[in-house]
């Protein structure tokens, strides 16, 4: 990674679905090893936005995208850029946890395995990496004599956990979290917080969320957004503090949205 610690940059990004234009001319730089919050009203873009850097939405067809996105320095629509590599680098979490419904244990290896079919584990190995995701999402002791069980048996909480835990395997650089508490309570909202704090200086977060005062417990930097457009980046409290633009500053103070 270059000198400015970025490790997402996009220039005049633009994508429609079919003729409606969704983004409009967004140029951004996420920093490397932070949590970076997408706010906004709902409709506004965040979420298409967040799906651009795994280049999911072209999963659902009558998309187009102009302009360029980097990751890590490379522009994900060069020609030898590999999904599969770059979905290995790029990790989702969605707004409600989605555990397989196979065991603890197999879930933490399935990427693994998906990814990397031709790779031969040992029954050591594989114990160890599921340890090792488990014990970074401070799952280790609850799960520990539970690996066999059902993932979708889990509390919400420790199910969005083990969602996270299952991208670690696959040593993701990034990772998009969409609305990543919003079917939690209180109690599981605070522990996924809690575990992002100490994940992020490990890898950089960026986040959708509609709750504004998570975006400002849990981000370094915040985006606002309006209408497809980015309208405000600025570190958290300034940009919930001291806005600079109108339309930020209603929505912040709650006049809109």
């Known amino acids: 990674m270059d000198a400015t610690n970025y490790s997402i940059e996009t220039e005049n990004l633009s994508l429609w679905y079919g003729n ?37 939405n072209e999963r659902y067809g009558n998309v187009t995208t102009k302009g360029e996105i980097n990751i890590l320095g490379k522009n994900i629509y060069d020609p030898d850029v590999s999904l599969l590599e770059l979905r290995k680098t790029v990790g989702m979490v969605f707004q409600r946890p ?36 488990l014990t970074s999402v401070f799952l280790w002791d609850d799960l520990k004599d539970k690996l066999k069980t059902k993932a979708t048996s889990l509390q919400l909480e420790q199910q969005q956990k083990l969602c996270i835990a299952r991208l670690l395997p696959l040593k993701p650089q990034i990772i998009l979290m969409d609305e990543p508490c919003s079917a939690l309570d209180a109690k599981g909202t605070l522990a996924v917080e809690e575990l992002m704090d100490v994940l992020s200086g490990s890898y950089t977060f960026l986040i959708v969320t509609h709750n504004m005062a998570q975006a400002r417990r849990v981000s370094t930097e915040c985006i606002y957004m309006f209408l497809g457009e980015l309208i405000e980046h600025r570190e958290t409290q300034a940009l919930f503090d001291e806005p600079e633009h109108p339309k930020t500053a209603d929505y912040v103070q709650m006049r809109y949205g």
Not at 20 to 46: E, H, N, R, Y
Not at 110 to 116: Q, T, V
């Open 98 to 133: 989605n555990p397989l419904p196979i065991s603890v244990y197999d879930n933490i290896l399935f990427g693994l395995r998906i990814h990397s079919p031709f790779r031969s584990l040992s029954r050591a190995d594989s114990d160890q990496i599921v340890e090792d995701a």
């Open 20 to 56: 409606f234009q969704a983004l409009v001319d967004v140029s951004v730089k996420i920093p490397d090893g932070k949590i970076t919050s997408l706010i906004g009203p709902s409709g506004c873009g965040k979420t298409t936005l967040l799906r651009c850097f795994n280049r999911v």
